[in-house]
């Protein structure tokens, strides 16, 4: 019922920028969280951010000060703002939201993001 589309990954050199964006779309209200994971070849899925209806934030450690979540939550939409890119950020980023606590967990397809000289 709900699909989420990304955008905005691509490759950029160590210390760089970019802006990954997330649509959902087949909701009717507000998703109760919706965030970004993100998992490189051989490793574990791992969270990088997330952020709640009621504005609480959370961040990987490995990217606090670097990375921003926000949210449009009238059009469930989120954002995230990478800077000071690392090539250890380098990783496909997977759009995430659960409408509710109790509801199952949408994924969007995948973005690849690749940070290299």
């Known amino acids: 019922q709900v699909q989420l589309v990304e955008s905005g990954g691509g490759l950029v050199q160590p210390g760089g920028s970019l802006r990954l964006s997330c649509a959902a779309s087949?909701?009717?209200?507000?998703?109760?969280?919706m965030g970004w994971y993100r998992q490189a070849p051989g490793k574990e899925r791992e969270l990088v951010a997330r952020?709640?209806?009621?504005?609480?934030?959370n961040y990987a450690d490995s990217v606090k000060g670097r990375f921003t979540i926000s949210r449009v939550n009238g059009k469930n939409t989120v954002y995230l703002q990478m800077n000071s890119l690392k090539s250890e950020d380098t990783a496909v980023y997977y759009c995430?939201?659960?409408?509710?606590?109790?509801?199952?967990?949408?994924w969007g397809q995948g973005t690849q993001v690749t940070v290299s000289s």
């Open positions: 995430h939201a659960k409408p509710t606590p109790w509801a199952r967990d949408y």
């Open positions: 952020i709640f209806s009621g504005g609480g934030i």
């Open positions: 087949g909701g009717s209200s507000s998703l109760n969280v």
